[in-house]
C-alpha cells in the first residue's frame, strides 16, 4: 500500500507541531497497518516532547504519541491476530524511535494490540492503554491483588491512579486513594475511600488501619508519594511504584520486611520483551470495560491534529480534568 498520511511532527523540543504529510507506513513482516482514529495523550508524552525523560528518548523530527485506537487497514506477511476493519487499540510507539500516534496510520505490531471494548468510543478506548497496563502490571502482575486486601493509591486521581482503583476494586481489594480536596469527587467516583494528601500517614493508618498499615501501596505520584508509601505499608507487606526512581531512603521499608517493586510500562516497547503480555492485559481489560467494571477517566474537551500541542500545554498547566484524546479522521 503506498500513498501519503498526515501527521503532526515535532521538530524541536518543547516547541509546537508541524502538521504535514508524510509517506503513509508500509506494514512490514508481522506489522499490521492501522488507521489511527484517536489519540491518547499521557503526562509522559510531554516529558518526552520536553526531552525531560532520559528512559524515554525519541529524538526529533518524529511523530509523538504513544497510545491510540483505530481500524485495521492492511496485514503484513504472516499476520493472523487480526483482520482488515478490525477496530483495535493499544500502546504502539512515540518513544525509542518508534512512530507515534498523532498521524492518520502507523504500521503497528500487532502483539501490542487488542481488540477494542465494543462499547467504547474510539477516543474513550485511546486514553486507556498506557493507564490500565501501568495499572495492572503494578497491581497484578507485581502485587497480585486478591480479595480482602486492603489497597492504598497514592494519587488516586490520575489516569493511572483511577484505572488501579477500578482494577482493585474488580479484584475484590478495599481501596483508598491520596488526593487533593479538588480531587475527592474523582476519588469517590472511583469507588475509593478519599484520604486528603496533606493528611500525616501516621494520622491516616491510626484511623483507616488501627495503625497496623496497608496490605498494599501502588504509588503513582514518586518522590515525597514513595517515602510515603514505605512508611503507610504494613509488616511483610508490598510497595509498587510507577514512578520510582531519584533518591530514597529503604529503612522504613526494609525494618518491615516489606517488599518493593518497579513498574517499567514502555520496556517492551524499547526492548521489544514482553509485548505480548500488553496485548493479553489490554483484552483483558476490553472485558472488564465491557462488563461495565471499568470506565475511562476522559475529559470532554475536543483537539485534532491541528489542535494537538494544546492538549500537551494543557498538561503542563495542569487544567486538565480526564485524560486528553486527539480526534484524528
Known amino acids: 500500500m503506498t500513498g501519503t498520511t498526515q501527521a503532526a511532527i515535532f521538530e524541536k523540543y518543547g516547541r509546537p507541531f508541524r502538521v504535514t504529510t508524510i509517506p503513509r507506513p508500509a506494514p512490514g513482516q508481522g506489522d499490521v497497518l492501522v488507521r489511527i482514529r484517536a489519540s491518547g495523550i499521557n503526562p509522559l508524552d510531554l516529558k518526552i516532547l520536553d526531552g525531560a525523560a532520559a528512559h524515554a528518548r525519541h529524538l526529533p523530527p518524529a511523530v509523538l504519541g504513544l497510545d491510540m485506537a483505530g481500524i485495521v487497514e492492511a496485514l503484513g506477511p504472516d499476520v493472523t491476530k487480526f483482520k482488515v476493519g478490525d477496530e483495535v487499540y493499544g500502546m504502539v510507539g512515540g518513544v525509542g524511535g518508534i512512530q507515534g500516534t498523532l498521524a492518520e496510520s502507523a504500521a503497528v505490531d500487532p502483539d501490542l494490540l487488542a481488540l477494542k471494548p465494543t462499547n467504547l468510543s474510539f477516543r474513550e478506548a485511546a486514553v486507556l492503554p498506557l493507564v490500565v497496563i501501568t495499572a495492572w502490571e503494578g497491581l497484578v502482575d507485581r502485587m497480585q491483588v486478591k ?23 474488580h479484584f475484590g481489594a478495599d481501596v483508598f486513594a491520596t488526593g487533593s480536596t479538588s480531587s475527592r469527587e474523582v476519588i469517590e467516583h472511583a469507588r475509593a475511600t478519599f484520604i486528603e494528601s496533606s493528611e500525616a500517614v501516621v494520622d ?34 508490598h510497595v509498587a ?37 500488553h496485548g493479553r492485559i489490554l ?31 494543557a498538561i503542563a498547566e495542569r487544567r486538565s480534568r480526564g485524560k486528553f484524546a486527539v480526534d484524528i479522521g
Open 241 to 277: 511504584s510507577a514512578l520510582g526512581w531519584g533518591n530514597h531512603l529503604l529503612a522504613p521499608l526494609s525494618f518491615k520486611a516489606a517488599s518493593y517493586s518497579g513498574v517499567f510500562t514502555l520496556m517492551p516497547l524499547l526492548t521489544g520483551e514482553g509485548r505480548r503480555h
Open 283 to 313: 483484552r483483558e481489560v476490553a472485558r472488564m470495560v465491557e462488563a461495565g467494571k471499568l470506565k475511562p477517566h476522559i475529559s470532554g474537551e475536543r483537539f485534532t491534529l491541528e489542535t494537538a500541542f494544546d492538549a500537551y500545554q
Open 147 to 169: 480479595p480482602g486486601d486492603k489497597l492504598l493509591v497514592q494519587g488516586g486521581a490520575g489516569g493511572v491512579g483511577t484505572a488501579a482503583i477500578q482494577l482493585a476494586r
Open 204 to 237: 491516616y493508618l491510626g484511623r483507616l488501619t488501627g495503625g497496623r498499615g496497608f496490605d498494599m501501596v501502588y504509588d503513582t505520584v514518586g518522590g515525597t508519594g514513595l517515602d510515603a508509601s514505605f512508611e503507610a505499608v504494613k509488616k511483610f507487606g
